[in-house]
């Protein structure tokens, strides 16, 4: 298993502005994940993150936007930039301990994110 | 691409009665079937998956190909299940390992009433 913290849990920040979202696992992983939860919405994967390289993002995401980075095997941020009160949602951190074999994912407690 | 779909945004029950939430996917290739459920105030955690067969806090979901379905049930539902269940995908290799990413479907909140 894997334990996650993700911060900060939540936040309120002004248009026009940059939040950096941090995901420690306490353990080295295979794959790190970051997914957006808009209000009333499910789940929506934002990006794949590879340590050592650059993200890969799904459709409708871009690296302008969401920039992420992960310098390691425990470690990633997601930076929300040029906020607008249309970021208004939750951010959840996911790891992908083991071998992808072992095919289960284990969750931050995620940020919620308020923009004005 | 692929998609799944749970129907029921809102399900209500009475405690000991049968439960089921449903779910629904499409997509071509492999597929590996989950259950996640995130209990109040709790962070989203996995309840179970296909590849396992097991029967976790009574609930149980079998893979139907041919409905492209899986469904979870428990006969007699308890008031702590009461929670948000969401069903996910995730896109497997000609090899068998995953992709890794999940696909989740809208969620169904579920609420036993004592």
């Known amino acids: 298993s894997a334990v996650i913290s993700q911060k900060p849990s939540r936040d309120i920040c002004q248009r026009g502005t940059s939040l950096t979202i941090q995901c420690q696992v306490d353990?080295?992983?295979?794959?790190m994940f970051w997914y957006r939860q808009q209000p009333g919405q499910s789940l929506t994967l934002i990006a794949t993150?590879?340590?050592?390289?650059?993200?890969?993002?799904e459709s409708g995401f871009v690296i302008d936007k969401f920039p992420i980075s992960r310098p390691n095997l425990t470690f990633s941020t997601l930076t929300v930039s040029n906020m607008s009160p249309e970021d208004s949602s939750i951010y959840l951190c996911s790891a992908l301990p083991g071998h992808l074999a072992k095919n289960i994912q284990y969750f931050g407690a995620g940020t919620r994110l308020s923009v004005l | 691409a692929q998609r799944v779909t749970q129907p029921e945004k809102l399900l209500s029950v009475f405690k000991g009665a049968p439960v089921e939430l449903k779910c629904n996917y499409s997509y071509s290739g492999s597929p590996e079937l989950f259950w996640y459920v995130q209990y109040s105030r709790q962070r989203l955690q996995l309840l179970l998956r296909?590849?396992s067969r097991e029967s976790i806090k009574g609930f149980t979901a079998d893979l139907n190909k041919g409905e492209t379905s899986f469904h979870l049930k428990k006969p007699f539902a308890q008031e702590e299940d009461s929670a948000m269940y969401y069903c996910?995908?995730?896109?497997?290799?000609?090899?068998?390992?995953?992709?890794?990413?999940?696909?989740f479907g809208q969620g169904t909140i579920l609420t036993v009433h004592p």
């Open positions: 296909h590849i």
């Open positions: 996910a995908l995730s896109a497997l290799r000609a090899g068998g390992t995953s992709y890794g990413k999940l696909t």
């Open positions: 993150a590879n340590q050592g390289s650059e993200a890969t993002y």
């Open positions: 353990s080295q992983v295979t794959m």
